[in-house]
């Protein structure tokens, strides 16, 4: 818990606008049951994770390229180039970039019984807070 706390703090005293952005991706999600997918893989990776990235980078230059979500900013339908794409891969886009609430609510659940109590003393509130405020979202 002492090391998130120094990383937390670390981070408040920082210039809020030179802080790098962050992003979260699942290369490795897989639909067993689609038997289309190579490796029952929802995304093809190696170099079509290129297309991610470009999306990333167009976020961080500002592009109006995302929704909102429950989890934060998800491309919005067209923002990842598919062109090329291999057509199964194309089908997977919308389930892929869909949010998984219930799914959501039970890594929440997990988290707290199964994670935080590790820290005891040591968890620092604001990630307690943070997950409070994901799952108020989560709820709307």
Same mark, same amino acid.
């Given at each position: 818990?002492?090391?998130?706390?120094?990383? &937390?703090?670390?981070g408040a005293k920082a210039d809020q606008d030179k802080l790098p952005k962050i992003f979260y991706v699942n290369w490795f999600? /897989?639909? #067993? @049951? @689609?038997k289309d997918l190579p490796g029952g893989f929802m995304w093809p990776g190696y170099g079509?994770?290129?297309?991610?990235l470009a999306w990333i980078?167009?976020?961080c230059d500002g592009k109006d390229n995302y929704i909102?979500?429950? &989890?934060g900013y998800m491309p919005k339908e067209? +923002? &990842?180039? *598919?062109?090329?794409? +291999?057509?199964?891969?194309? =089908? *997977?886009?919308?389930? &892929?970039?869909?949010?998984d609430v219930e799914g959501w609510k039970k890594e929440i659940k997990d988290i707290?019984? @199964?994670h935080y109590? =590790?820290?005891? =003393?040591?968890?620092? /509130? #604001?990630?307690?807070?943070? !997950?409070?405020?994901?799952? /108020?979202? !989560? @709820? +709307?």
């Open positions: 818990g002492d090391y998130f706390q120094h990383w &937390i703090d670390v999600r /897989k639909d #067993e @049951n @689609n079509d994770n290129s297309r991610v980078f167009d976020r909102d979500t429950p &989890i067209g +923002a &990842i180039n *598919t062109d090329g794409l +291999a057509d199964y891969y194309k =089908k *997977t886009l919308p389930e &892929i970039l869909k949010v707290r019984e @199964n109590p =590790k820290f005891g =003393k040591h968890l620092p /509130k #604001e990630l307690s807070d943070c !997950l409070d405020d994901l799952e /108020k979202r !989560l @709820n +709307a």
